[in-house]
């Protein structure tokens, strides 16, 4: 392990994390609120963290392997979790245990909180929040090659130790410009997504936040009854859109950008996810019409907005814990399946869930006719043995996780349902799940036991489980062990 190449880059991250905490900084001085000195510490611990990696650390081209980049990834994002945790903890708005939670939720898009009335903080504190999400939703690596480009190419292992998906899916032959181009449709969309806000009904300050956590998906509000608050069709409507929107891969809308409109007809992913969601809003709409819950018309408007919600961001436009059984089995299902590989959402993925289906459907045909050679196909083109593994094994371990989060947290007394849902919504990173982590709730009341567990699954989830798994193994570590 070349420990200087990890300090190198930590060290710089760091410093892109206080660069970051210049944004709420600058709005507790505008607003004069109480978090200006809160921000102005994490700002120096961060400067401080930074020029320590910067005096030890060293970078030369080559010295990077693939397992610098999964160290400095892994370490990466716990670091940035703990510079996120700051100003909650220095401006005493929240305890170390719950600042962690609330940072970590924020990064990885997760979107639980812990604190019961958003509105009582500082419009800064409020800010930092949805930007960690806006941050975490691109992926933290994306911004720091983009930001910095002179950090060479062996940042390809970094990215690589990020990106979410069961394939590449390389956009621009160099790595920077490929970062550069998908932070640009990221802004963009952002924008696009302030506006429609704004034009919408919200005040400039909740048009922005929810725009970066829309974006993000990550489904933190400024205000504890999420978009339920604005009780606006328009305002529902136009969040489940930028929802659909920011759950397409992004690699999808470059491609879109320079070969036009026919890449989405050959897309198998794209058009399983509108299927997804149109079955979805279908399903839950005639299962909340037949019980009486609603007319058809607020049926359809509650069934798209919580469809789309679930499978991203987890905002709530109504409290859905009081639906029907099947309604809650259905958003569970909702939850694991996830975006599109690509984009920021989580979850098992889209394509991931195509290729399982894909995959039983041939073995299932196979064994009819024993002596035919049957392939799983995406997008027209055979997809080969090796990534189909990985799909049948990342499903595997996608499992595991959910079971053994839910076994401990059942062991702390939470119910059996209310345990497997917010191990799924951890995995999954989605936020509010059901019972006493319902829409209407928060995750306060949780035991200290319980949020650790949620954290550690919530990283594992994000990153999905590999990178850092494989630093738990001792010879990870190891000098002598080669990559």
């Known amino acids: 392990m070349e420990w200087r190449v990890v300090m190198y880059f930590l060290g710089r991250i ?3 994390c206080g660069a970051a905490l210049l944004v709420p900084f600058f709005t507790s001085m505008a607003f004069h609120d109480e978090a200006t000195f809160s921000f102005g510490l994490s700002i120096f611990f961060c400067m401080l963290v930074g020029g320590l990696g910067w005096k030890v650390g060293h970078m030369e081209d080559g010295l990077m392997t693939p397992r610098e980049g999964i160290a400095v990834t892994g370490l990466a994002w716990i670091l940035t979790a703990f510079f996120g945790m700051l100003p909650y903890t220095l401006g005493e708005h929240l305890s170390f245990v719950d600042g ?12 639980a909180t812990v604190i019961p009335a958003p509105e009582l903080l500082p419009e800064s504190v409020l800010l930092w929040r949805s930007l960690t999400q806006w941050l975490g939703g691109l992926g933290i690596v994306v911004f720091f090659i983009t930001l910095l480009p002179k950090a060479g190419q062996n940042v390809v292992h970094m990215y690589e130790a990020e990106s979410v998906g069961p394939t590449e899916d390389r956009m621009r032959p160099r790595l920077q410009e490929m970062t550069a181009a998908l932070v640009s449709i990221y802004v963009v969309l952002t924008a696009i997504a302030m506006l429609t806000f704004s034009v919408g009904g919200m005040s400039a300050f909740d048009a922005v936040n929810h725009a970066l956590t829309t974006i993000g998906t990550g489904g933190f509000s400024t205000h ?3 978009i339920a608050y604005f009780d606006s069709f328009a305002i529902e409507m136009a969040v489940t859109c930028f929802i659909l929107l920011s759950g397409v891969s992004f690699a999808l809308y470059y491609r879109l950008y320079v070969r036009g409109w026919g890449v989405l007809a050959g897309n198998t992913e794209f058009k399983a996810y509108l299927w997804i969601f149109l079955a979805g809003t279908a399903l839950l709409a005639i299962t909340l019409c037949a019980d009486g819950i609603y007319g058809p018309v607020d049926a359809l408007r509650y069934a798209a907005f919580q469809t789309a919600s679930i499978s991203t961001t987890g905002f709530a436009s109504a409290d859905y814990d009081r639906w029907p059984s099947f309604a809650k089995c259905l958003l569970l299902f909702l939850m694991m399946v ?5 984009s ?4 098992l993925k889209v394509t991931r869930a195509v290729l399982l289906f894909r995959m039983v459907a041939a073995h299932i045909w196979q064994r009819i006719h024993p002596h035919m050679v049957v392939s799983v196909r995406m997008n027209g083109e055979v997809v080969p043995p090796g990534v189909l593994l990985r799909v049948g094994l990342f499903f595997f371990v996608y499992l595991f996780f959910i079971v053994s989060a839910a076994a401990l947290i059942m062991f702390d007394g939470v119910p059996m349902f209310e345990a497997v849902g917010m191990s799924v919504s951890a995995v999954s990173t989605v936020g509010p799940a059901f019972g006493v982590v319902g829409p209407t709730e928060t995750y306060a009341s949780l035991s200290p036991f319980v949020k650790a567990v ?12 590999f990178t850092l798994l494989v630093m738990l193994r001792a010879d990870f570590w190891q000098e002598h062990k080669g990559w």
Not at 100 to 111: A, H, K, P, V
Not at 338 to 342: E, K, Q
Not at 344 to 347: K, P
């Open 224 to 226: 504890s009854e999420s």
């Open 344 to 347: 920021t959402a989580a979850g």
């Open 14 to 16: 760091a410093w892109v």
């Open 454 to 465: 949620l954290c550690c699954i919530t990283l594992l989830g994000r990153l999905e489980f």
């Open 338 to 342: 996830g975006g599109c590989a690509g």
């Open 100 to 111: 962690l939670f609330e940072s970590i939720s924020g990064f990885t898009g997760f979107g």
